[in-house]
């Protein structure tokens, strides 16, 4: 009997390959806090485990015709240009620079702990699937 690896691992293998393109697209907003007119992004992660779940369970949709519009695009747990959208400020700067550097900051740092609890989620799986393989 062969493992499932999409079965066995749910949807935290999706959630953790998204936590690593929102800690790129937050970077880039803070390496970005100094450029005049730079607009703050960030992706709808909800949009992204959305479209995950829907097709680790199967009932995902399928385009029939190539000029059908995909509707999230990209894989599960990936992020696509639908997914990136741009921040609304608290306080635009006179230069036209959307990035708030706390703010941003701080989503970071939520960011990499949320993406430490996928990656030990992930990690104790794959041990208690190890430990059913050798019998322990």
Not at 19 to 40: C, S, W, Y
Not at 44 to 53: G, L
Not at 62 to 83: C, I, L, Q, W
């Amino acid at each position: 009997m062969a493992i499932n690896f999409d079965s066995a691992l749910g949807i935290h293998q999706y959630a953790l390959q998204a936590r690593v393109q929102r800690a790129e697209i937050l970077a880039n907003n803070l390496a970005n806090a100094d450029t005049p007119g730079f607009k703050a992004r960030d992706i709808d992660f909800q949009a992204i485990m959305k479209r995950a779940q829907s097709s680790a369970s199967g009932f995902d949709m399928n385009t029939t015709n190539s000029g059908h519009m995909n509707e999230g695009g990209g894989a599960p747990g990936s992020a696509s240009d639908n997914d990136l959208l741009y921040r609304t400020p608290h306080q635009p700067s006179v230069d036209g620079n959307t990035v708030d550097a706390q703010q941003e900051q701080s989503r970071f740092m939520r960011n990499a702990m949320d993406y430490q609890a996928s990656f030990q989620f992930l990690s104790s799986k794959f041990s208690g699937i190890s430990k059913a393989l050798t019998g322990q």
